[in-house]
């Protein structure tokens, strides 16, 4: 003899529930964690590991001239969260933005002018990443033209 089960309309709405609290705790279990950062002052690179793929994204700040770079789904476990440097980035700061996204913060120096490109972010592989400021050298023009152009476009 065959059973056969129907579920209502209220009992789909609660399954559906039981189910994403669920999974969604299990995605807060496994999420990556940050430990530890390096940085470089000969590169002003800024070189991380979380979950091998895991993507960091990144936008930029004016005044003073930041880097920020939001790492999702990953916790902080690091007890270096504010350093100050000489060089092209004075100082980095790493928070937890909200719950399950870790924020690094790159404060470039005063005056600090950025190339075209503005921003080099490097996947290294296995979860290890690199990002730096590509920062004019002194007293060039950042898109470095004969005569003014449209803003990002060069002859």
Known sequence: MRKTF?????????????LSSLLGNGARAQASTLSDWQYNPE????AFQIESGLKPTYFLLPNPLRIVVDLPN??????????????DV???RVSEFEPGVTR???ELAPNSVLQRGQVSLEDLGNGQWK????????????LNCSHPPVPWSCP
């Open 6 to 18: 129907t579920l209502s309309s209220a009992g789909f709405a609660s399954l559906a529930l039981l």
């Open 43 to 46: 590169e002003s690179a800024l």
């Open 74 to 87: 990953t916790n902080l476990q690091t007890t270096q969260t504010d350093r100050s440097f000489s060089g």
């Open 90 to 92: 004075s100082r980095i």
């Open 104 to 106: 690094l913060v790159m």
């Open 131 to 142: 990002i730096r400021p590509l920062i004019e050298a002194s007293g060039r023009s950042p």
